[in-house]
């Protein structure tokens, strides 16, 4: 049996995997103390908003 390349699959799966990465990053926002790994972790969950929002604007 063949299977069928679905490029939308492969789109869903990068967006669950970096949903669950930004999860990750939020739980270590909330229980790091120093305002420095603070802002670099914010920074880091944003751009993996960004990713995931871009994404899901290419699912049509």
Do not use: C, G, W
């Not at 270590?28 to 972790?41: F, G, W, Y």
């Not at 990713?51 to 049509?60: A, D, H, N, S, Y």
């Amino acid at each position: 049996m063949s299977a069928v390349y679905n490029p939308e699959s492969d789109l869903i799966a990068q967006i669950e995997q970096l949903e669950l990465e930004a999860r990750e990053t939020h739980r270590k926002v909330e229980h790091t103390r120093s305002q420095e790994d603070r802002r670099v972790l914010n920074r880091q969950l944003k751009e993996l908003k960004d990713k995931i929002e871009f994404l899901r604007q290419r699912l049509p």
